[in-house]
């Protein structure tokens, strides 16, 4: 049974992923007491990126901004796999977000408002939260854009 925030998810016509395997030896969330710390979420769909490159140069910013809210939804999926339900977050608290960029792109914030404006439609107020956004030469996979995300639950 999906609980609010996945029916909020269904109305935004989105369906929560299957937790991305690691690549490497970590796991793709923990929990410590009441927060759950995501492991960077790359923006793999059905187990692939679908683009790939450099934000400002093979990668269009409005591009990277979409693959910022697949990560946001791939980290998600990595909360409700050690929290069991989505409905437990209290807040999000930090979001950081790196987008591999162009030597001249400086536009990483914008491109990182795709994850943060996701945890808000789905989320609403429990979706504000602090925020990085870096730039960066290269990322895993050569994918452009990668987003951790740190929640509070209502409880441990």
């Known amino acids: 049974m999906a609980g609010a925030v996945e029916a909020r998810l269904a109305e935004l016509g989105l369906t929560l992923p299957a937790v ?24 793999m769909v059905d187990g692939k990126l679908a683009v790939t490159g450099k934000v400002g140069a093979e990668v269009t910013p409005d591009e990277a901004k979409e693959l910022a809210k697949t990560c946001a939804l791939n980290a998600l999926a990595a909360v409700k796999s050690v929290a069991g339900d989505l409905d437990r977050i209290k807040r999000v608290v930090k979001v950081v977000g790196f987008v591999a960029s162009a030597s001249d792109f400086t536009g990483q914030p914008a491109v990182i408002n795709g994850a943060s404006e996701l945890l808000g439609a789905v989320l609403g107020d429990k979706g504000v939260h602090a925020r990085s956004a870096v730039g960066v030469a290269v990322l895993p996979l050569d994918a452009p854009v990668e987003v951790e995300v740190q929640v509070e639950l209502v409880d441990a």
């Open 20 to 43: 991305v395997p690691p690549l490497a030896s970590y796991q793709p969330a923990v929990q410590s007491g009441v927060y759950v710390y995501t492991s960077g979420q790359l923006p």
